[in-house]
T-cell receptor
């Protein structure tokens, strides 16, 4: 099992550019999440998907869109990147009734 | 609203015990969690405790939960240099929706 994988690992964008962050899990989990991590602020939830075909906003959804393409894949899109979106982005999926989260390695995004 | 608080830094000597503390606000959380993040990596689930338990022990890790004070702690016995990392406390007040603390950076001194 690869667990949760994310691509790319690093990305530099100019203000106004768009990009999609990819996430996939091979653990047959129903729920998947996108977080951003900023220094001293822990993780903040951007969007989550409780099951294939459903998505819900988290704490900081503005400027992002998501697609739950199938049970394995959950992508995060920045339509018009802004410097405030410079961050480390983590994808996660959840197992079992105890809601144990498994995280990907992260994508480090810089917007100039 | 929900809030999870932790002190940001902790330094201990190798071989000593480390105690990382966390306070949370929402008493409806079913589980409370501790995650570890090493440099350049994602978060790794260390342990979790069901909200109706007071204590959980897992090898060198001991989790204590005081529901009355909404206080959670993680004790690491015989702390090693490999334990240097950021430790996050998290709660799930709305089932699948999680709230994380800011993380405590643990430095282990030789």
């Amino acid at each position: 099992n690869a667990g949760v994988t994310q691509t790319p690992k690093f990305q530099v964008l100019k203000t106004g550019q768009s990009m999609t962050l990819q996430c996939a899990q091979d653990m047959n989990h129903n729920s998947m999440y996108w977080y951003r991590q900023d220094p001293g602020m822990g993780l903040r939830l951007i969007y989550y998907s409780a099951s294939e075909g459903t998505t819900d906003k988290g704490e900081v959804p503005n400027g992002y869109n998501v697609s739950r393409l199938n049970k394995r894949e959950f992508s995060l899109r920045l339509e018009s990147a802004a410097p405030s979106q410079t961050s480390v982005y983590f994808c996660a999926s959840i197992a079992g009734e105890s809601y144990e989260q498994y995280f990907g390695p992260g994508t480090r995004l810089t917007v100039t | 609203g929900e809030d999870v608080e932790q002190s940001l830094f902790l330094s201990v000597r190798e071989g000593d015990s480390s105690v990382i503390n966390c306070t949370y606000t929402d008493s409806s959380s079913t589980y409370l969690y501790w995650y570890k993040q090493e440099p350049g990596a994602g978060l790794q689930l260390l342990t979790y405790i069901f909200s109706n338990m007071d204590m959980k022990q897992d090898q060198r890790l001991t989790v204590l939960l005081n529901k009355k004070d909404k206080h959670l702690s993680l004790r690491i016995a015989d702390t090693q240099t490999g334990d240097s990392a950021i430790y996050f406390c998290a709660e799930n007040p709305h089932g699948q929706n999680f709230v994380f603390g800011p993380g405590t950076r643990l430095s282990v001194l030789p």
